[in-house]
């Protein structure tokens, strides 16, 4: 079944078109990852996805679910690193996504805010403040509280790029049990292309327009993947790459994504 489906859509700013007649859609259970150069409309193609902008033209249609129920993880500014509240005060905003003004949150939220607290392994630091945390502890919190607002869909913009090597593994082992476990449908934004080809099922390539959209075996047949990989980097050293950048760290204990889901 067809979550999420998107039909010409176009999102201008005052001077420029960032995103241009882009049409796609997401199935229940996919995990799909968004590459392209800086630029190329990437952030803005999911903040329209999930209202933040509106768009120009076209639309995006949800079948079995509301707006308000994506969960969003946007890209990480200094600001929001700085953000002076607990990490259970963090989480339970993420439960205001239903967007029903209340001035204290139900046993529910807090309950549920609690749940995705100790799923993500963060329920130790519940008292810290959030700005104590190192980038991947915040970041876990994050993701905590993006799933506070859903269980169908995430949407994540560049999760991993505050994050060393081997949290960004430890992150990745969490969307991914978050995908096959409970079956959440997962569009996730990547700078890293060789993490999104090893994490993903499905690739969206943006310049603006949507250049490719498919199966990652057959993103790895086109000139949009030869040149994010770069033109001169030869086959052999391209695949090597590709197996070492993600699963393959030495420092990584194979049991690592055990604890936190
Ligand atoms: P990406 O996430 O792929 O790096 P963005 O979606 O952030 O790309 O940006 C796409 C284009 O839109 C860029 O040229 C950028 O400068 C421009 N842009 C992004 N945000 C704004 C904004 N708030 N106002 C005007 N232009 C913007
Ligand atoms: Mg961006």
Do not use: W
């Not at 201008?12 to 630029?39: P, T």
């Not at 060393?164 to 476990?181: A, M, Q, S």
């Not at 079956?183 to 499905?202: F, K, N, R, Y």
């Not at 030869?234 to 699963?247: F, G, M, Q, Y």
């Amino acid at each position: 079944m067809n979550l999420l489906e998107v039909k010409n859509l176009t999102v201008r700013y005052e001077r420029q078109c960032a995103v241009e007649n882009v049409s796609f859609s997401l199935r229940e259970g996919d995990y799909a990852a968004i590459v392209g150069e800086n630029g190329s409309g990437k952030s803005t193609l999911v903040k329209t996805l999930v209202g933040l902008i509106p768009a120009s033209d076209g639309e995006v249609e949800m079948h079995g679910m509301t707006r308000r129920e994506i969960g969003y993880l946007p890209q990480s500014t200094i600001v929001q690193k700085d953000f002076p509240a607990s990490v259970t005060e963090v989480v339970l905003t993420g439960c205001l996504a239903d967007g029903k003004f209340r001035p204290f949150y139900t046993k529910a939220q807090k309950e549920l805010a609690k749940e995705m607290m100790a799923l993500l392994g963060v329920t130790p630091f519940a008292k810290k403040s959030f700005r104590e945390l190192s980038g991947g502890q915040q970041q876990r919190v994050l993701l905590a509280r993006a799933l506070c607002a859903t269980k169908k869909l995430l949407i994540l913009d560049e999760p991993a790029s505050v994050l060393d090597p081997v949290v960004t593994h430890e992150l990745y082992g969490i969307l991914r049990r978050l995908n096959r476990e409970r079956g959440i449908t997962i569009l996730m934004v990547s700078h890293d292309i060789h993490c999104a080809l090893e994490q993903a099922t499905t690739i969206l390539h943006m310049d603006r327009t949507l250049r490719f959209c498919g199966a990652v075996h057959d993103y790895m047949h086109t000139s949009e993947y030869r040149r994010m990989v770069g033109d001169c980097e030869p086959e052999l050293h391209a695949h090597h790459h590709h197996h070492n950048h993600c699963t393959g760290y030495a420092a990584v204990p194979a049991n690592s994504e055990g604890g936190a889901v």
